[in-house]
């Protein structure tokens, strides 16, 4: 029998969430704030005394205190799938009439046109009306696990009212949508931020997805982040239409976008579009298109899925958003291979956004061919992800006295000689010590793609270049050394220069095709290096090959073997090679060592939480090093390997005497084996 108490708490959570639920998914609050202050803390105050009644589902419960040290990866029970652009009326009618191709002969089709919300997508796990967990769309198969933060969202509900006229079982589901943060929510952070002297976001976008990563779920309720759901998946029950599935959501509580519209046919679509683009300016929140739905579910599943995204939905981008404003001055912007690349300093506008104060000009014929001066009235552009551009210059305002534009003749930061390539509109800085082109290539090598320096970002890189802490890709690796000069700086402290420098470490154990990769060899994207490490095997094969033996190499083009061949024909960088490898680099991806490892044929456990390395990071090494991973330990087990909190697998393992390896030492055992002679 439950106690009064356990019936009041109840009765209380209940009332909050549907005050929640009224204030922040109908934006139509029916208390005072103090009357909700009042029932909160009569709940807050019962649980606090009864601790053992505290469910995770109470509305208490939505800001967190521990910190997400890792974000662990959750593979999504159906992918995510993304979707393909169109950019004009004409493809929107293409797409009508393969979906028209596709089906039976004269069906109707019924599509539902909604606002395409620019935000950041993420799935969110109900099991028995109960918030579980909420992940990133991540490469559409496995996301990271974000559960902590989305909670603090109001507009979530952490318990779905299952009304009785809702006639599925809902047992288990995932619903999908786009979290967003409101443009003036994202005006007044950065405003915030500019006061605190901390970096600005660029537009409301990323500081969503900035915000969805913090690691402290305390500064994400603070954030103000927001949702629309647009879709229920349930693999139990089988829903006839997109309409129906959004009208489910409302009515289990989730708060979707009230201005989606079903059209009869593809005119009606059309007309939508042009409405929705009409109106994209006087939204709260930042669209970057419609997106066009099959209504029927039927047919979406007969015309499936190509690649990553269904034949039944399609995007319809808006046109690239215009502002006038003025050219302030022109710079010149060194870069890592000291291409010299001039750069529009604008005066500040709004757009699609964001604030932009500065545009690329590309090249110098790019400024000639538009006649684009200091002092001019200009038109910039910017469509989603692209970086401003100026678009034309507004001559007829354009002020008495302006000069052509000239290229510089000195590079703007190490004043060394400019010079032309051949058959090339760039112009380069010679000199390869020009601390832009120092910065540039530190940058790259310790970036996301490269060796993922987790901390060391562009401020910090900069900070140290002009420390002379660092110049080359060696000097990173020898920080270790400095340790107790690094800890004097004043924004870093013990704490941060210490997960530096861990980050740094299990940066060696990035394999060799990211390492090929961070070197910053001209034209050797990822890609390339991938194919170039995956045919060579090692850097001294890689080294000793001509350039007629690189270009024959399937998809790897003169320029690449060009470009390589030149690389490594340098002493300089064949020195800059030999550094890396003493300092414990991998240069090559041959498996000779690794079948011999500690590791090869072993069962291996992983338990705890691990800070070194994400779940699904450690077994693609241990897979690597020849090693088996179990989810559960037993006298099979070899190893277990075992992070922070580790519970009731480690002590099973220290009862029946399995070997266990903290993560400090299983990162020493990956650089002794993943790294080459
Ligand atoms: S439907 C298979 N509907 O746009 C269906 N997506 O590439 C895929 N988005 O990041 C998604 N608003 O999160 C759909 N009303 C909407 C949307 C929407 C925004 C995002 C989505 C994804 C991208 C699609």
Known sequence: MASDIEKRIEELREIISDHDYCYYVLADPVISDSEYDKLYKELEKLENENPQLITPDSPTRRVGKDLTKVFNPVTHKVPMLSLANSYNEEAVVDFDRRVKELLPDNEKVEYVVELKIDGASVSLNYVNGVLKTAATRGDGTVGEEITNNVKTIRSVPLKLKMTKSIKYSMNDFEVRGEIFMRINDFLELNREREEAGEKLFANPRNSTAGTLKLQDPKTVAKRKLNIFLYSLISLEDELKAQEENLLLL????????????????????????????????????????????VNSIIQQKILGSIAKSPRWAVAYKFKAKQAFTKVKNITWQVGRTGAVTPVAELEAVFLAGSTISRATLHNIDEIRRKDIRTGDKVVIEKGGDVIPKVVSVILDERPLNTMKTDPPEECPVCNSKIVKLENEVALYCENPECPAQIKG????????????????????????????????????????????????????????????????????????????????IRYVGAGAAK????????????????????????????????????????????????????????FSSEKRKINNSLLTGKTIVLTGTLTLFSRDEAGEKIIALGGKVSSSVSK?????????????????????GVKLIDEKEFLKLLKEYLQND
Do not use: W
Request: charged residues 30%; glycine residues 6%.
């Open 250 to 293: 409302k009515e289990l509580g989730f708060k979707i976008n009230p201005k989606y519209k079903v059209c009869k046919n593809i005119e009606e679509v059309l007309e939508v579009c042009r409405a929705f683009e009409k109106i994209r300016d006087n939204l709260e929140y930042e669209v970057d298109g419609a997106v066009i739905k």
């Open 441 to 520: 290539r530190l940058i790259h090598f310790a970036s996301r793609g490269a060796m993922d320096i987790e901390g060391l970002g562009e401020a910090l890189i900069e900070l140290f270049v002009e420390n002379g802490f660092l110049k080359t890709f060696t000097d990173i690796y020898e920080l270790k050394k400095r340790r107790n000069e690094l800890i004097q700086i004043e924004r870093l402290g013990e704490k941060s220069v210490d997960n530096l420098l861990q980050s740094i470490e299990k940066s060696k154990s990035q394999p060799f095709h990211k390492v090929l990769f961070a070197l910053g």
């Open 531 to 586: 194919k170039l490490t995956g045919h060579f095997g090692s850097v001294n094969k890689m080294i000793s090959a001509t350039e007629k033996q690189i270009s024959e190499i399937h998809e790897i083009g003169p320029s690449i073997s060009k470009s390589l061949k030149q690389f490594f024909s340098q002493k300089h960088s064949l020195e800059i090679i030999e550094k890396l490898k003493a300092e414990g680099l991998i």
């Open 636 to 656: 099979k087990t070899d190893y277990v390997v075992y992070g922070e909190n580790a519970g009731s697998k480690l002590i099973k393992a220290k009862d029946i």
